[in-house]
């Protein structure tokens, strides 16, 4: 369905207008499918993202600003989802041995059996975007790519 019908809006001021109206729309489209997957598991999109950045880091610990600097979203609160993620027992904080006010943030073995979990659905998430083909998927990687440049 295009743009204009799916927010029934008839005219943009141009087509730069009408393309960050619908990065903004279909950002949060996908999200919203993101989150449907991720509901099943008790979390969130940022939570995913954290233990996403974890694992990518594993075994070696992240500080909370190395987490800050690699999520997707950026967030003023990743202590607080830590915390949720400690909580859960998916993640665990130790104080850094050289500097005690630095916190440093380790998946533990649940938090990498959760993520095995959710890619084992990871098919799921890639039939949102069955709409368009691998070629055009890499058109658009690439328009995005130079438009962020």
Known sequence: MKLEEEIQQKKFRNEYHKLAVNLIYTHGWFIEKQSRLFNDYGLTNSQFNILRILRGQHPN??????????????????????????????????????????????????????LKEIDKRDSEIDDVLNGITK???????????????
């Open 61 to 114: 610990p992240a500080s909370i600003n190395l987490l800050k600097e690699r999520m997707l979203e950026k967030m003023s609160d990743v202590s607080r989802l830590v915390d949720r993620l400690m909580k859960k027992g998916w993640v665990d904080r130790q104080i850094c041995p050289d500097d005690r006010r630095r916190a440093e943030v380790v998946i533990t073995k649940e938090g990498l059996k959760i």
């Open 135 to 149: 070629k055009e998927a890499m058109v658009i990687n690439e328009l995005l790519d130079k438009l962020r440049r």
